[in-house]
């Protein structure tokens, strides 16, 4: 879980994740349907914790895709740097953005891993969120997953 205030000079964290496989194809350049689903996975979670549901932004999930895509192609999971996140939530309105990283073996595993993680849960439940993307690469027979939050 990594958490980036607009604000450079306020501190935020961005951990390292740990090693998996490597390789692959993307998943979903043309269809929506699994980021949409990792999305309603969230959304299922947020409602449960009365939280308001997210919006999916398009346009940054090219961002999140790209980064599955290098994490694959690395054979390892990691966070976005703060000037990368920042850079990609150049143009929307925000004030605090996140990001969740991983590796398994389908959407719902990856969301209860989330959940169980008292980090990935803080990001996904924090109030102040409003949008998520999701960008999801598929590689032997693993998926590799960005989310990324704002607000």
């Known amino acids: 879980m990594a958490e980036l205030p607009?604000?450079?000079?306020r501190p935020g964290s961005v951990?390292?994740?740990?090693?998996?496989?490597?390789?692959?194809i993307a998943v979903g350049e043309e269809k929506l349907g699994p980021r949409l689903h990792m999305l309603a996975l969230t959304n299922s979670d947020r409602?449960?914790?009365?939280?308001?549901?997210?919006?999916?932004?398009?346009?940054l999930a090219r961002y999140a895709k790209a980064h599955s895509q290098a994490m694959a192609d690395d054979g390892y999971i990691y966070h976005s740097t703060?000037?990368?996140?920042r850079r990609a939530l150049d143009g929307y309105d925000w004030e605090l953005g996140g990001e969740n990283v991983g590796v398994?073996?389908?959407l719902e595993s990856l969301e209860?891993?989330?959940m169980a993680s008292e980090l990935h849960r803080q990001n996904i439940l924090r109030r102040v969120y409003d949008h998520a993307a999701v960008g999801i690469v598929r590689a032997d027979d693993q998926i590799w997953i960005t989310v990324i939050f704002y607000g």
């Open 6 to 9: 607009k604000d450079p000079s």
């Open 112 to 114: 209860d891993a989330f």
């Open 15 to 24: 951990p390292h994740g740990t090693r998996g496989a490597a390789g692959g």
């Open 47 to 59: 409602a449960n914790h009365d939280r308001r549901h997210l919006s999916f932004a398009d346009r």
């Open 82 to 85: 703060g000037d990368q996140l």
């Open 104 to 106: 398994g073996g389908s």
